[in-house]
């Protein structure tokens, strides 16, 4: 089928630092500018997230026998290179529990949190298993009288997908930690991304409000099937996602839109939920995607080259 040319200026890119520009709608309504992280805890501060979990991981001694859990509290198969392999660095990894469990990394992902995960985190710790909670896509997320990291033993939050800026790291623990020594170009991203967060972790809930406003946007008006987790969640979705196995939705009219191959999801459709990109381009998208289902329902989308390019 003939697919309708999408206006070339729409866009809707994944971090806010590629959307800081286009930003000037959602600060403006910025108003009280106070949030600050509900629990108490020793803060770090690095180049990147990746960095401050292998600087945790460093401090538990673990060995080749031991066993590092990563779970997905929204129940992704998918875990994050960013992750398995740090971890994969110091320890075994596994996917569940085991009687070799030393550590625990949980991921709040794409901004998904099971409802039992309090009970579940404090079974763990009761055992003797240190958790670490990464909140890269989960900051500010309330979950009961608490928020989301302030459960485990360590909380992670990766400021590029919390922020505009595109480097540094925060992690926030209980008990004290020995930071390893950054060389420059680490000392600088750390600085770069701390000076961001001071400016801009007090608009965390104004970007949690804009990200669910955009999802539901979306929602009403795409017309797909939502993907939601098996299980009851809260959450601030990062993305909004259909399973969409038609392809309404095409890779190269869209190219900032997310099909779910690298998520092991092949029929997933994932919009980012930029909390800086103005509703008029969500909007530019829902009136493609439905001028696609009006022209013909239930047909795969194709493209021949000329029309992509």
Known sequence: MSIPRRNRNARIPLYQWEALEQASEALAGAGDASWTFSSTRHEHWGPSGRWLIGAWLEQLNLGRDDVVTILTTSQERYVSICVSVTA???????????DRTRAIIAIHEFGYIDRDFPARCAEWRAQGIPVLEDCAYAAGIQIG???????????????????????????????????????????????????????????VPLFNSLRSERHQILRDGLGLRPWEPAKPTISVPWFSMYTDPHQYVYKQVLPDVFWGTATLEPER?????????????????????????????????????????
Request: proline share 10%.
């Open 269 to 309: 459709l994932q919009i980012p939920t930029n909390p800086l990109v103005p509703l008029s381009e969500y909007r530019t998208v829902i009136e493609y995607v439905q001028s696609l289902r009006s022209t013909s329902p239930g047909t795969p989308v194709r493209m021949t080259e000329s029309e992509g390019n």
């Open 145 to 203: 009288s608490a928020q989301a990291g302030d459960f485990g033993d360590a909380a992670l939050f990766s400021l590029p997908k919390i922020i505009p800026v595109n480097c540094g790291g925060l992690l926030r623990t209980r008990a004290p930690l020995k930071i390893p020594t950054m060389n420059a170009e680490q000392s600088l991203a750390c600085t770069s991304g701390r000076t961001a967060a001071e400016k801009y972790l007090p608009r």
């Open 88 to 98: 994969f660095n110091y320890a075994s990894i596994s996917r569940v529990p085991t």
